[in-house]
């Protein structure tokens, strides 16, 4: 019998322990279908944080280092400047990137480092407990808002692929999600560019993917499906926010 469907060879074998419903796991093979496709397995390195975002170590066959948190774009730096013909990515938390990294996110951007950073925005911190993230939406409930998110307290939420389309060295940024197949399409053909724009030597890219956390949310897995949809998408600019012009050559 013909096998059709099963395990890309950019992931190991050991099975995924996320929560039911998150969307980690999406991400996860999005990416390793692109590390086979692309055949850049064995010159890619990846580096994470800590947070749920620090279980992807297990997970991905390529070479993977473990950063501080939110110091992984700046771990990466030295690797691609030390090993420029390497593919080298980041793997993010909203919580992690957005907050204690938001220096390094904005200025490897200004640099123009050429290395490709996923961030899996959630709205939350994840594994220390559903804080409040700097992505969490106005009047979001979590365990440090319990009244939810004031603006005039905790200030507006960051948009920060956004942000990071302002700098010229960032030369492709895009934001997606995974709540449905056709998005779960759009988000592999923006990771599959990222990469191949780092490939070309171009510039810095960043991918944001919107995901879910039905355990901090306190919901089922459908219902924070729904609730990602419904709230964090009217909230965050989506599709492709920026295609440099040598991007577009491509």
């Not at 890309?8 to 929560?19: A, S, V």
């Not at 409040?132 to 507006?156: C, E, I, K």
């Not at 895009?174 to 990222?194: C, F, G, N, R, Y």
């Not at 989506?238 to 491509?250: D, N, P, Q, R, T």
């Amino acid at each position: 019998m013909q096998k059709v469907f099963g395990r890309p060879k950019g992931l190991t074998e050991i099975p995924f322990h996320y929560c039911p419903g998150c969307t980690h796991g999406i991400i996860h093979r999005l990416i390793g279908e692109v590390l086979e496709e692309l055949n850049i397995i064995e010159d890619t390195i990846g580096v994470a944080p800590v947070g749920c975002a620090g279980f992807s170590l297990d997970f991905f066959s390529c070479d993977f280092v473990g950063a501080a948190h939110g110091r992984a774009q700046a771990v990466a730096t030295g690797i691609k400047r030390a090993l420029p013909d390497r593919i080298v990515f980041t793997y993010q938390g909203d919580g992690d990137i957005a907050a204690i990294g938001t220096s390094h996110a904005i200025h490897v951007a200004a640099r123009g480092e050429k290395i490709t950073s996923i961030m899996v925005n959630n709205a939350i911190y994840g594994m220390t407990g559903g804080q409040m993230a700097p992505t969490t939406l106005t009047g979001q409930v979590t365990t440090t808002s319990p009244y939810g998110r004031d603006n005039a307290v905790a200030g507006f939420p960051i948009d920060l692929p956004k942000t990071i389309a302002t700098f010229d060295g960032a030369v492709y940024v895009a934001s997606v999600s995974v709540d449905s197949p056709k998005h779960i399409l759009q988000a592999k053909k923006a990771i599959k560019k990222a990469f191949q724009v780092q490939q070309a030597g171009l510039g810095f890219t960043l991918v944001s993917i919107l995901s879910t956390c039905p355990t901090n949310w306190g919901m089922s897995p459908v219902d924070s499906l729904k609730w990602l949809r419904e709230k964090m998408i009217p909230v965050y600019q989506m599709g492709e926010i920026k295609v440099s012009e040598e991007v577009k050559g491509l």
